[in-house]
Nanobody
């Protein structure tokens, strides 16, 4: 069974940057699209960035131009570089395989908390 381990979150001031990592166990990582999701308090979990198996990227409008998703198929890891962070980016961030229907393809990991506050 695939396991997802997110890391790299923390408390940062507005305008600063963070880089999140997600280590994915199991084989065939290279063949899967991957996504970064986030869930803010009282809100539904949302997909904010997606990268295909061929490294084509897509972003939610709220993070476009500030966040960059990338992947390392040797390390079985997907990254989210977050620049110019805003208080509204505060959330628990998760990675997963975004199925075509929109549902996550694997069990969720523990996530990593990102808090943007002055």
């Amino acid at each position: 069974q695939v396991q997802l381990v997110e890391s790299g979150g923390g408390l940062v001031q507005p305008g600063r940057s963070l880089r999140l990592s997600c280590a994915v166990s199991g084989s065939m990582f290279w063949s899967y699209a991957m996504g970064w999701y986030r869930q803010a308090p009282g809100k539904q979990r949302e997909l904010v960035a997606r990268i295909s198996s061929g490294s084509v990227t897509q972003y939610a409008d709220s993070v476009k131009g500030r966040f960059t998703i990338s992947r390392d198929n040797v390390k079985n890891t997907v990254y989210l570089q977050m620049n110019d962070l805003k208080p509204e980016d505060t959330a628990v961030y998760y990675c997963n395989f975004p199925t075509p229907g929109g549902s996550p393809g694997w069990p969720w990991g523990q996530g990593t908390q990102v808090t943007v506050s002055s």
